[in-house]
């Protein structure tokens, strides 16, 4: 199983969006809508900020929302602040009963 | 507090063994979905395995026949265990609990180094 493609890094200014994609086949991103988005700080656990393409967990900002079209997944980061700063990986369930992760994108705010 | 706390990674030699511990609290581990996750240096997560609260499990192609995932109810503990381990295992290692209504990680450890090396 091949590892989602994410681009490996996307920047943005305080209060500018970016959007991260996360490209897979049929056989997982396109086939299933079980796309997560995590937030991940070095050092720290990762936290899931999206599942099931577009649903955040209780607590988790609404500047963050997450799309699907086709094979490519995307999340949106709404009103870049300094904390969004991170690592960010999708994840999607596939075919064969297994999850995939993505390649991983780094986030920089400047 | 619902926390998960990796143990037991280390420095192992190539083609030995090496057993990974998740102790949980807050909940209750056989009625949950829980899998490792690893990270090499540098790179993306990648699944690792699953064990379900029925007892079924899977894992990653580059894994299965060489990783055992289990865990004792008892303890409320998962387990990882690692044989015939490569330069490329070299990671962190990551419990998980997966959502019961979705493929999603609700719950992550903060992870235990593995570092495969001679």
């Known amino acids: 199983q091949s590892a989602l493609t994410q681009p490996a890094s996307v920047s943005g200014s305080p209060g500018q969006s970016i959007t991260i994609s996360c490209t897979g086949t049929s056989s997982d991103v396109g086939g299933y809508n079980y796309v997560s988005w995590y937030q991940h700080h070095p050092g720290k656990a990762p936290k899931l900020m999206i599942y099931?393409?577009?649903t955040r967990p209780s607590g988790v900002s609404n500047r963050f929302s997450g799309s699907k079209s086709g094979n490519t997944a995307s999340l949106t980061i709404s009103g870049l602040q300094a904390e969004d700063e991170a690592d960010y990986h999708c994840?999607?369930?596939?075919?064969?009963?297994?999850?995939?992760f993505g390649t991983g994108t780094k986030v920089t705010v400047l | 507090e619902v926390e998960l706390v990796e143990s037991g990674g280390g420095l192992v030699q190539p083609g030995g063994s090496l057993r990974l511990s998740c102790a949980a609290s807050g909940f209750t581990v056989s009625s949950s979905y829980m899998s490792w996750v690893r990270q090499a240096p540098g790179k993306g997560l990648e699944w690792v395995s699953v064990?379900?609260?029925?007892?079924?499990?899977y894992y990653a192609d580059s894994m299965k026949g060489r990783f055992i995932i289990s865990r004792d109810n008892s303890k409320n503990t998962l387990y990882l265990q690692m044989n015939s381990l490569r330069d490329d295992d070299t990671a962190v290692y990551s419990c998980?609990?997966?959502?019961?209504?979705?493929?999603?990680?609700?719950?992550w450890g903060q992870g235990t180094l593995v570092t495969v090396s001679s």
């Open positions: 998980a609990r997966r959502m019961i209504t979705s493929h999603a990680f609700d719950m």
């Open positions: 064990i379900y609260s029925g007892g079924s499990t």
């Open positions: 994840s999607s369930y596939t075919s064969s009963n297994t999850l995939v």
């Open positions: 099931d393409v577009k």
